[in-house]
């Protein structure tokens, strides 16, 4: 399942549609990585560069110059070369490239030094995002100055630079229907997975185990991978927030944290649920639990368009504290905790991220120092937990060594939000009968 071209020409033309008049944006792609010795990491092509082509390969330029006559959208790539694609796979080559990516034209990469220049002379603006990659900026920087060598020649020097993720991770931020599709169908993967392990884990089991299950699930619908490193964290291992080493054998009793979400044509789902291994929670589990699931449920609610960024975020902490109190972990006044944050020794992090084809997306999340309100097309997390460190000695034994979270992937709508990650069950009562198809 991939977008179509005319997603990514769509795209090019609202870019430079905003694009100041006689200005050049530059997309490099993504730098390959060596794992080891002569093993590389996966190649994952940047984001940005995608989201502009729908090209995947490395070692590629983008160019986009508004109302060139000769042709606005130039892609540079690796030419064709039967030879060593015997070893490394096929390329498009800049033939392929111009076909099937619609680029106006397309050199091979090794023509850069001397096309580039001619292109950025004259033009008195150019968009790109520096700092990102140093041997990009150093390119940059040599290309200009080939041109600033031609200045008593008549060549014109651009004189500005500007950002061009500002623009660029703006249209990120809003997802079109396509996109929402997209993300829908990552997430139903994400959703099918971890059924699966749901209803696939048993005391003794191992941690890596389950994530098996989960790529396993992840592989067979389509995703070749997944969107971050899954985590499997049992027990106490649940109350380490990035925990991935998924090595341990999860205990009878104990409860099963996963947060794992596949890719798919670049767009992540992120979906947490949490669950007793054995199929049943405990008195302390469930109460803990319940508390998570009613934080969230009220976060849900304040997705909507006008609302704020932050107004999910504040209505989670104020359920959490409440519930604290009330549970006997906190004790004094509830607007004084929160007001010191007394909550965050149990619930250290935020409510929710953008989502997108970066798991932690692109885009803003205050304008002029004020939280941006929500609107029609956005994609966001809503993940409230609670982590109770095995040795805090603040509480009572009997909570020690439980970490929750549950977390599902919301897209505003015009109504309010729908939520994508919906098929994976979160009440007690359901992940109980799921999971009883199997414990019975």
Avoid at 204 to 229: D, K, M, N, V
Avoid at 249 to 263: F, Q
Avoid at 292 to 300: G, M
Avoid at 415 to 436: F, N
Wanted: overall charge negative; some cysteine.
């Amino acid at each position: 399942m991939k977008l179509g071209q005319a997603e990514y020409s769509q795209r090019r033309t609202q870019l430079m549609a905003q694009m100041e008049a006689n200005s050049i944006a530059i997309v490099p792609t993504a730098v390959e990585t060596v794992r080891n010795r002569d093993v590389e990491h996966p190649f994952r092509q940047d984001s940005d560069f995608y989201y502009l082509s729908g090209f995947a390969e490395a070692n590629a330029c983008l160019v986009l110059i508004p109302g060139r006559e000769k042709g606005e959208y130039i892609l540079f790539c690796e030419d064709k070369n039967p030879e060593l694609e015997i070893w490394t796979g096929r390329r498009f080559g800049p033939e392929g490239a111009a076909e099937y990516f619609f680029a106006d034209e397309a050199y091979p990469i090794e023509a850069i030094d001397s096309v580039l220049p001619e292109l950025i002379e004259g033009k008195a603006r150019i968009y790109t995002e520096m700092g990102a990659n140093s041997k990009f900026d150093s390119q940059l920087t040599h290309w200009v100055n080939q041109v600033k060598a031609m200045v008593r020649k008549g060549a014109q020097v651009p004189h500005e630079y500007s950002a061009l993720d500002h623009v660029l991770h703006g249209m990120r931020l809003i997802k079109s229907a396509a996109e929402i599709e997209m993300m829908q169908k990552a997430a139903d993967i994400s959703a099918s997975a971890h059924c699966r392990a749901m209803q696939t884990a048993k005391p003794g089991c191992f941690e890596y185990q389950l994530e098996a299950e989960i790529l396993h699930e992840f592989t067979r619908e389509g995703s070749r991978w997944p969107a971050y490193p899954s985590i499997v964290g049992g027990g106490e291992n649940a109350c380490i927030l990035h925990y991935t080493n998924n090595d341990m054998p999860i205990e009878d009793g104990g409860l099963i944290l996963i947060d794992a979400g596949c890719e798919l044509d670049y767009y992540a789902a992120d979906i947490t649920r949490t669950f007793p291994v054995n199929g049943k929670f405990s008195p302390e589990q469930k109460a803990l639990y319940e508390l998570v699931l009613k934080a969230q449920l009220a976060a849900i609610e304040q997705v909507k368009p006008g609302n704020s960024w932050n107004a999910a975020h504040e209505v989670a902490v104020e359920v959490l504290v409440t519930g604290l109190v009330e549970l006997g972990l906190l004790s004094g006044d509830i607007e004084q905790l929160i007001a010191d944050e007394s909550y965050k020794v149990f619930y250290m992090h935020r409510t929710g991220h953008w989502l997108g084809m970066d798991v932690h997306d692109v885009g803003e999340y205050r304008i002029n120092k004020e939280w941006r309100p929500l609107e029609v097309g956005m994609a966001l997390t809503v993940e409230p937990g609670l982590y109770i460190a095995p040795d805090c000695e603040e509480v009572d034994p009997r909570w020690r060594g439980i970490g929750i979270r549950i977390e599902d992937d919301v897209v505003v709508t015009e109504q309010g939000c729908h939520v994508l990650s919906h098929k994976v069950p979160k009440t007690v009562a359901d992940i109980e009968a799921l999971m009883g198809r199997d414990h019975g």
